[in-house]
């Protein structure tokens, strides 16, 4: 059987059936979906960002190579306004050139006509030497003609020299000329090729400290570049990180929807053999239910046989004092439930009792608070079971009944804080310890609470010893508690009005709040007792009980009462105020004496009114309450009467008969109902009023 199932087994059946397991886990797949979903679009808002960054970065790198075209455009540009400037300075230099050219044809032309002239000339000087031998031919009889041909011949001359002249008037003018133009065109030449210069420098700086700008600009933008690789490289790894995580998570959400529907299959498969163990744990809890109702039968019917008011009788060992003064023993154990007696009026006198349980002597010879809880611890189940439970020592002052009830040391340190025992620890310490064993070991089917009261009842006046202490100063009275008997409480417990209740959860919880009280109990010394009680001590623990499965509650009751020792007042010396706090408890316990004979004798009335202390105690002696007395006695002869006197008033309460029933708050409940029906019966008929016109009501028997 799977660890559910168990759970199941222990804490009752499932709540939740297949259905609605199954939409359960239908609504956590969705969820998870949507986270999921969640997920993945914040993913993809984180990709889209990334995208945006690097179509950024893209846009600004081409940015960059545009800068850089332009760059290199402008580079160009300059290159080809620096080859216009230098062909333009060329095209000058060629036009020049033209012009020379031109010049030097001109000159050419003008050489050749010169020469051409020169030829002609020559040619006429050869003329003119032909001439002259002609003439010389011809001069003897042709002295006029050769005259006439002489001065033709000069007249050409003549013609001929201005003909040189004007040639080399324009020859010399062409020259002048051309040396004029030379030297203006070269002049010209010289000035394009300084401003071509210039303006070759000029572009070559601009081109330089162009180049450096533009070389400082793509170095700053490789750098810019890189960093923005390496960023978005860094961005990229990242992303596909996150994409891993992403896919990684989807991959989780997938293995956990299928975990998930193989746990709604699981859950399921459960489920039906959970119905199964719910049926069985149904029968288990009837089966369960009806033996612990045999088991309470059973154990009450037990503790009933047992006595209800049962009666055991201690005998401490002798004490020092007695033993100096040289008393002998006359209390002494005769089996394991009579007591011996010997002395009283006659000295040979010897009057034998019978109890439930007699123990006397040593700690070592049975008579530790050990052995004394060793059957009272069985009580402490009828209080779980829903009864009234009370333990209360009877017994003259000096006989130990303090030690019985708490122990050798403070009530607060008779329990240690691990749980474990003082071994002088009394039975009120004791009980606490148990009735919270038993309050765990049912805690899977109980929840509990504990409530807890003390009183002290002080010269006849009840005292709440855990009201809260007012400012000195401040004290204007305690109020007054009013008590309500057990018979005309709701709950069918006694109730103390105005009292202060306290609520336990652990065993150290109730020692630490009897500590608070017991610190304000009123004692004193007295020749019979160094620490003589002076009040009667009441202490209460009202155990409410819920079973978890069905809701009823259940209200059991445990009064533990260390009475004040009866005394007389020749024996304890006392005088004052302390001779009438003597006083008032021999007269609260003959009122408990009182109650305990009506109830012996089986009377109708039970004077629980008589006196405060019979008043708390309604609920503890009669009814079906089951109570426990201790009757302290001395072993000395010296205190012989006093034991007798405690020993028959035990001998009484032997023979108290209780009445059956439930608890007290069933009893209680159907009292409740008896009424209600009575007083509608009674509205029906009209109030039945006159002489024997109805039946009366009787106040109901305890």
């Given at each position: 059987m799977t660890q559910s199932m168990r759970d199941l087994t222990n804490n009752g059946p499932p709540t939740v059936d297949a259905n609605s397991m199954k939409k359960l886990l239908e609504e956590a797949k969705l969820q998870a979906d949507d986270e999921l979903e969640k997920e993945r679009v914040k993913f993809q808002g984180k990709i889209a960002e990334r995208e945006g960054k690097i179509a950024k970065l893209e846009s600004e790198n081409q940015t960059l190579l545009r800068e850089k075209d332009r760059l290199e455009i402008e580079i160009t540009s300059a290159r080809q306004r620096h080859a216009e400037s230098s062909a333009s300075g060329g095209e000058a230099l060629l036009e020049t050139q033209k012009i020379i050219n031109q010049l030097e044809e001109e000159n050419a032309s003008l050489k050749t006509e010169l020469k051409q002239t020169q030829a002609a000339l020559a040619r006429e000087q050869d003329k003119l030497k032909s001439l002259e031998a002609t003439l010389k031919n011809l001069e003897a009889g042709h002295e006029e003609r050769i005259l006439l041909e002489k001065q033709a011949a000069e007249e050409r001359f003549k013609q001929q020299q201005e003909i040189e002249e004007k040639h080399n008037k324009v020859l010399k003018e062409a020259e002048d000329r051309l040396a004029e133009g030379?030297?203006?065109?070269?002049?010209?030449?010289?000035?394009?090729?300084?401003?071509?210069?210039?303006?070759?420098?000029?572009?070559?700086?601009?081109?330089?400290?162009?180049?450096?700008?533009?070389?400082?600009?793509?170095?700053?933008?490789?750098?810019?570049?890189?960093?923005?690789?390496?960023?978005?490289?860094?961005?990229?790894?990242?992303?596909?990180?996150?994409?891993?995580?992403?896919?990684?998570?989807?991959?989780?959400?997938?293995?956990?929807?299928?975990?998930?529907?193989?746990?709604?299959?699981?859950?399921?498969?459960?489920?039906?053999?959970?119905?199964?163990?719910?049926?069985?744990?149904?029968?288990?809890?009837?089966?369960?239910?009806?033996?612990?109702?045999?088991?309470?039968?059973?154990?009450?019917?037990?503790?009933?046989?047992?006595?209800?008011?049962?009666?055991?009788?201690?005998?401490?060992?002798?004490?020092?004092?007695?033993?100096?003064?040289?008393?002998?023993?006359?209390?002494?154990?005769?089996?394991?439930?009579?007591?011996?007696?010997?002395?009283?009026?006659?000295?040979?006198?010897?009057?034998?009792?019978?109890?439930?349980?007699?123990?006397?002597?040593?700690?070592?010879?049975?008579?530790?608070?050990?052995?004394?809880?060793?059957?009272?611890?069985?009580?402490?189940?009828?209080?779980?079971?829903?009864?009234?439970?009370?333990?209360?020592?009877?017994?003259?002052?000096?006989?130990?009944?303090?030690?019985?009830?708490?122990?050798?040391?403070?009530?607060?340190?008779?329990?240690?804080?691990?749980?474990?025992?003082?071994?002088?620890?009394?039975?009120?310490?004791?009980a606490v310890s148990e009735i919270f064993r038993l309050l765990n070991e049912r805690s899977s089917q109980i929840?509990?609470?504990?409530?807890?009261?003390?009183?002290?009842?002080?010269?006849?006046?009840?005292?709440?010893?855990?009201?809260?202490?007012?400012?000195?100063?401040?004290?204007?009275?305690?109020?007054?508690?009013?008590?309500?008997?057990?018979?005309?409480?709701?709950?069918?417990?006694?109730?103390?009005?105005?009292?202060?209740?306290?609520?336990?959860?652990?065993?150290?919880?109730?020692?630490?709040?009897?500590?608070?009280?017991?610190?304000?109990?009123?004692?004193?010394?007295?020749?019979?007792?160094?620490?003589?009680?002076?009040?009667?001590?009441?202490?209460?623990?009202?155990?409410?009980?819920?079973?978890?499965?069905t809701g009823t509650v259940t209200t059991g009751k445990l009064t533990l009462v260390d009475l004040a020792g009866s005394e007389r007042v020749d024996k304890s010396g006392a005088e004052g105020e302390m001779l009438k706090e003597a006083q008032s408890i021999n007269k609260s316990l003959s009122a408990l004496g009182d109650v305990i004979s009506a109830l012996t004798s089986g009377g109708s009335h039970i004077p629980y009114r008589n006196h405060p202390l019979t008043m708390v105690m309604s609920d503890s002696i009669g009814g079906n309450a089951k109570t426990l007395m201790f009757v302290n006695c001395s072993p000395a002869d010296y205190n012989v009467s006093e034991t007798l006197s405690s020993l028959s008033f035990a001998q009484r309460c032997k023979d108290v008969t209780n009445t059956g029933g439930g608890p007290p708050a069933q009893q209680a409940a159907q009292l409740a109902a008896l009424k209600k029906e009575l007083a509608k019966l009674k509205k029906e008929k009209g109030g039945g009023g006159g002489a024997g016109g109805g039946a009366k009501l009787a106040r109901p028997v305890p």
């Amino acid at each position: 059987m799977t660890q559910s199932m168990r759970d199941l087994t222990n804490n009752g059946p499932p709540t939740v059936d297949a259905n609605s397991m199954k939409k359960l886990l239908e609504e956590a797949k969705l969820q998870a979906d949507d986270e999921l979903e969640k997920e993945r679009v914040k993913f993809q808002g984180k990709i889209a960002e990334r995208e945006g960054k690097i179509a950024k970065l893209e846009s600004e790198n081409q940015t960059l190579l545009r800068e850089k075209d332009r760059l290199e455009i402008e580079i160009t540009s300059a290159r080809q306004r620096h080859a216009e400037s230098s062909a333009s300075g060329g095209e000058a230099l060629l036009e020049t050139q033209k012009i020379i050219n031109q010049l030097e044809e001109e000159n050419a032309s003008l050489k050749t006509e010169l020469k051409q002239t020169q030829a002609a000339l020559a040619r006429e000087q050869d003329k003119l030497k032909s001439l002259e031998a002609t003439l010389k031919n011809l001069e003897a009889g042709h002295e006029e003609r050769i005259l006439l041909e002489k001065q033709a011949a000069e007249e050409r001359f003549k013609q001929q020299q201005e003909i040189e002249e004007k040639h080399n008037k324009v020859l010399k003018e062409a020259e002048d000329r051309l040396a004029e133009g030379k030297l203006k065109y070269q002049n010209d030449i010289n000035e394009a090729k300084s401003d071509y210069n210039r303006l070759v420098r000029e572009t070559e700086d601009r081109i330089t400290i162009y180049k450096k700008e533009r070389d400082s600009e793509i170095e700053k933008l490789n750098i810019e570049i890189a960093e923005t690789k390496s960023k978005f490289a860094q961005e990229l790894s990242n992303a596909q990180s996150l994409v891993e995580m992403y896919q990684k998570k989807n991959q989780e959400a997938k293995e956990r929807a299928e975990a998930a529907e193989e746990a709604q299959r699981s859950m399921i498969q459960e489920i039906e053999d959970a119905k199964m163990v719910q049926k069985f744990n149904a029968q288990l809890h009837r089966d369960l239910a009806r033996e612990q109702a045999a088991r309470k039968k059973l154990h009450n019917e037990i503790e009933d046989m047992k006595g209800k008011i049962r009666v055991y009788v201690r005998v401490r060992p002798m004490s020092k004092s007695e033993a100096s003064k040289g008393c002998n023993e006359a209390v002494c154990k005769d089996g394991k439930m009579s007591v011996v007696v010997t002395g009283g009026k006659t000295a040979d006198a010897r009057k034998v009792f019978d109890f439930d349980s007699v123990f006397s002597g040593a700690m070592t010879e049975g008579n530790s608070q050990e052995d004394i809880f060793k059957d009272t611890k069985h009580l402490m189940t009828s209080v779980i079971d829903g009864y009234n439970v009370c333990i209360f020592a009877y017994g003259q002052t000096g006989s130990g009944k303090t030690f019985t009830m708490i122990g050798a040391a403070d009530i607060g340190s008779c329990l240690q804080p691990n749980g474990d025992f003082d071994e002088l620890a009394g039975i009120t310490p004791r009980a606490v310890s148990e009735i919270f064993r038993l309050l765990n070991e049912r805690s899977s089917q109980i929840t509990f609470e504990v409530n807890v009261q003390m009183f002290q009842l002080y010269r006849d006046g009840l005292e709440d010893l855990l009201k809260v202490q007012k400012k000195k100063g401040d004290d204007k009275g305690s109020p007054s508690l009013k008590i309500t008997l057990a018979e005309h409480s709701p709950t069918g417990l006694v109730q103390v009005e105005g009292a202060n209740t306290m609520v336990a959860q652990t065993p150290a919880d109730v020692m630490s709040i009897f500590q608070l009280g017991a610190s304000r109990r009123t004692t004193a010394s007295t020749q019979m007792n160094a620490e003589s009680s002076r009040s009667h001590l009441i202490c209460s623990l009202v155990v409410v009980l819920t079973n978890r499965r069905t809701g009823t509650v259940t209200t059991g009751k445990l009064t533990l009462v260390d009475l004040a020792g009866s005394e007389r007042v020749d024996k304890s010396g006392a005088e004052g105020e302390m001779l009438k706090e003597a006083q008032s408890i021999n007269k609260s316990l003959s009122a408990l004496g009182d109650v305990i004979s009506a109830l012996t004798s089986g009377g109708s009335h039970i004077p629980y009114r008589n006196h405060p202390l019979t008043m708390v105690m309604s609920d503890s002696i009669g009814g079906n309450a089951k109570t426990l007395m201790f009757v302290n006695c001395s072993p000395a002869d010296y205190n012989v009467s006093e034991t007798l006197s405690s020993l028959s008033f035990a001998q009484r309460c032997k023979d108290v008969t209780n009445t059956g029933g439930g608890p007290p708050a069933q009893q209680a409940a159907q009292l409740a109902a008896l009424k209600k029906e009575l007083a509608k019966l009674k509205k029906e008929k009209g109030g039945g009023g006159g002489a024997g016109g109805g039946a009366k009501l009787a106040r109901p028997v305890p």
